[in-house]
């Protein structure tokens, strides 16, 4: 897999061979944080990723959270 979202504080297999962005992607509702991985052909898209990243983060959260939570910006 070129890129990948794991959970901040989640083992990861040793020679992993993926790059980790140094932002990490947060969840608008709940702050759990996630981390962008990717490997080194995908780097020159990572400024496209990231966004898709956090609105993935933000929908797949926003079932587990609430209704009365307001939406974010």
């Known amino acids: ?4 979202l794991i959970k901040t504080g ?3 297999a ?3 061979p993926l ?6 992607i947060l969840c608008d509702y709940c702050d759990q944080g ?3 991985h990717y490997t ?3 780097e020159h898209r990572v400024k496209e990723w990231l966004p898709k990243a ?3 983060v ?14 974010p910006n």
């Open 1 to 4: 897999m070129a890129v990948q």
């Open 10 to 12: 989640a083992r990861v």
């Open 14 to 16: 040793l020679g992993h």
């Open 19 to 24: 790059r980790v962005h140094p932002d990490k």
């Open 34 to 36: 996630y981390e962008f």
């Open 40 to 42: 080194p052909g995908e």
């Open 54 to 56: 956090k609105a993935a």
């Open 58 to 71: 933000n929908s797949s959260h926003a079932n587990d959270h609430p209704p009365s939570l307001p939406l």
